[in-house]
C-alpha cells in the first residue's frame, strides 16, 4: 500500500476537523494515513507553512478555516497542486445560516471563548479530580454524577470524560468486604450510575494490569471465580438500591459516556418537573 497523507488545517485548535476526519477514517478497512494537524493557521505566514508541509507530503486537505483571505490562499494551493481540499464545515454553515437568515460571523476560534459555559466545565473538571477514586465521599451530594463499580471499569476515564462535558463527577470503587459509605447509599441530588464488565473481560484486564505492575498474577484481584463474584455482587447492589447499569464490556469511553449523560439529563427532567 502507498503511503498515504491527510492534512488537517484549523484556525483553532484543530479538534474539530481532527474528530471528523477520525469518524470517517473508521469506515475504511485496511486504511490508515498519516495524519498532519495544523492547528491556529490565522494568518498568511501561517498558512504557508502549512502549505509548505503539505508540498513535503502530499495528500488529502481537510480544513476549517473561516478568514476568506486565508481560506482562498490554501484553496488556490491546493488547486495549483491538484489536491482534494475540502472545508468540512461549509454544509452546516450554509444550512444554519440559511434557517437563520443570517450571516456568518467567520471569527476563528470562537467555540472556545471564555465563558460561563468554558469555567462551567473547568470547575468540573476541578471537581472531578478530587472525588477521583472515593475521595471526599462525604462530599457527595455536590455531584452531579457518581460511578460505581468494581475495579478496571473505567470509572476514573469515564468521570473525566463527563467532566470534560460540565458535569461534576465522582467515583467510589467497590472493594470485596468494604461495605458502601452511608453517605452514597443515601445520597439524593446526584444521579448514581453502576459500571459493569464481563468477568472474563475484567479478569483479563486485572491480569494484565498485574504484569505491568511486575506483580504475580495468582491473587484473588484477578483469578476468573472471583471476579465474577465480585461482579455479581456489585449487580445485586446496583439493583437493590435502583442504581441503572452501564455496561461497558463492548462500549468505549465515549459510547458509555453518552448513555450516563442521556440518563442524567432524563432525570433532570423528571426532577425539575419537565418531561424527560
Not at 475504511?28 to 508541509?53: D, K, S
Not at 440559511?98 to 465563558?115: E, I, K, W
Not at 449523560?261 to 418537573?273: K, M, N, P
Amino acid at each position: 500500500m502507498n503511503e498515504l497523507h491527510i492534512h488537517l488545517v484549523s484556525d483553532a485548535t484543530g479538534e474539530t476537523v481532527a474528530s471528523i476526519a477520525r469518524a470517517c477514517l473508521a469506515q475504511f478497512e485496511r486504511v490508515q494515513p498519516t495524519l498532519h494537524t495544523w492547528g491556529l493557521v490565522r494568518t498568511l505566514g501561517q498558512i504557508e507553512r502549512a502549505i509548505a508541509g503539505i508540498d513535503e507530503h502530499p495528500g488529502l486537505v481537510f480544513f476549517t478555516l473561516v478568514d476568506p483571505v486565508v481560506r482562498t490562499k490554501l484553496e488556490g494551493a491546493c488547486r495549483h497542486r491538484s489536491l482534494p481540499c475540502i472545508s468540512v464545515l461549509d454544509p452546516v454553515m450554509a444550512a444554519l445560516s440559511t434557517y437563520f437568515g443570517s450571516p456568518v460571523a467567520a471569527l476563528p476560534g470562537r467555540q472556545y471563548q471564555l465563558d460561563a459555559e468554558y469555567f462551567r466545565r473547568i470547575d468540573a473538571m476541578q471537581f472531578t479530580l478530587a472525588h477521583d477514586d472515593g475521595q471526599l465521599i462525604e462530599m457527595v451530594e455536590d455531584a452531579d454524577v457518581v460511578l460505581v463499580g468494581v475495579s478496571r471499569t473505567s470509572k476514573t476515564p469515564t468521570s473525566m470524560y463527563l467532566a470534560n462535558r460540565g458535569l461534576k463527577c465522582a467515583n467510589y470503587p467497590l472493594v470485596p468486604g468494604v461495605p458502601l459509605p452511608p453517605e452514597l447509599e443515601n445520597a439524593t441530588h446526584p444521579l448514581i450510575v453502576g459500571l459493569t464488565k464481563d468477568p472474563k473481560s475484567l479478569s483479563d484486564i486485572r491480569r494484565t494490569r498485574l504484569r505491568l505492575l511486575n506483580q504475580t498474577e495468582e491473587t484473588d484481584y484477578a483469578q476468573f471465580e472471583r471476579v465474577r463474584e465480585e461482579v455479581q455482587n456489585a449487580r445485586r447492589l446496583f439493583s437493590r438500591l435502583g442504581w441503572p447499569v452501564v455496561d461497558v464490556t463492548r462500549r468505549s469511553i465515549e459510547e458509555a459516556s453518552v448513555t450516563i449523560i442521556q440518563l442524567h439529563a432524563q432525570r433532570r427532567g423528571i426532577v425539575e418537573g419537565h418531561p424527560a
